[in-house]
């Protein structure tokens, strides 16, 4: 990582959670392809990334600019096949 903290960058799952928000504007977290924790959600919601409305089972979840921001900020790794080296 270039300087940036763990709490900048989102993690893999967060990742994911994020790219399905990017598809649509508000989403209903429970059929989400990928299991959404309370812990989660409040995390992502403390860094920004996401606005939350609604309770229990029909908690829906969206993306915000920041959210947007830190899910193009990762960077995939290349793939040894990718720059020729095998």
Known sequence: MT???SAE?????QRTILQ???LDDWKIVAPLPIPVGEMMLIRMCDYGWV????E???TAIRLT???LKAMQSVKPKRRLVEIGLK
């Open 3 to 5: 300087g940036k903290t």
């Open 51 to 54: 606005e939350t409305r609604g």
């Open 20 to 22: 399905c928000l990017n």
């Open 65 to 67: 600019p920041a959210g």
């Open 56 to 58: 229990k089972q029909h």
């Open 9 to 13: 960058v989102p993690n893999m799952t």
